[in-house]
């Protein structure tokens, strides 16, 4: 069928790298966040490069791993790219969680950086 499409090229390379710096040193991630960056990480909002780094940081786990089970990458009209993570994490020595995340990245100066994250842990609860 050919190569993939290109915004699935850039997608798989930025959750490839980005799950590579959250697993080995989470305080590089600023990196690909810039100053107008929002995160939603379970409900809670943080805006800024700064404050999203401090938080990812701040994560109470010494060690972990993710482990991506599916990626979908998708182009918007306006020349961004939006892609949702579905995968599980080990966390320490937490048993392994599943964990879901959407991402939308835009093209800035010629370097792909994240605009938007939202993260939620994949737990089932209907008690």
């Not at 090229?9 to 810039?34: C, E, K, M, V």
């Not at 993570?85 to 599943?98: R, S």
Request: charged share 15%; hydrophobic share 40%.
């Amino acid at each position: 069928m050919g190569d993939k499409p290109i915004w699935e090229q850039i997608g798989s390379s930025f959750i490839q790298h980005y799950y590579q710096l959250f697993d080995n040193d989470r305080t590089q991630l600023g990196a690909i966040y810039i100053d107008a960056s929002c995160l939603t990480w379970e409900g809670q909002q943080f805006q800024g490069k700064a404050a999203i780094v401090e938080k990812l940081s701040s994560l109470p786990f010494q060690k972990i791993q993710h482990s991506i089970i599916a990626q979908d990458h998708q182009p918007t009209p306006d020349s961004c790219i939006i892609s949702m993570v579905v995968g599980q994490l080990k966390a320490d020595e937490d048993p392994i969680m599943g964990f879901h995340q959407m991402f939308l990245l835009k093209n800035i100066n010629d370097a792909w950086v994240c605009t938007n994250d939202m993260f939620r842990l994949a737990l089932h609860n209907f008690g």
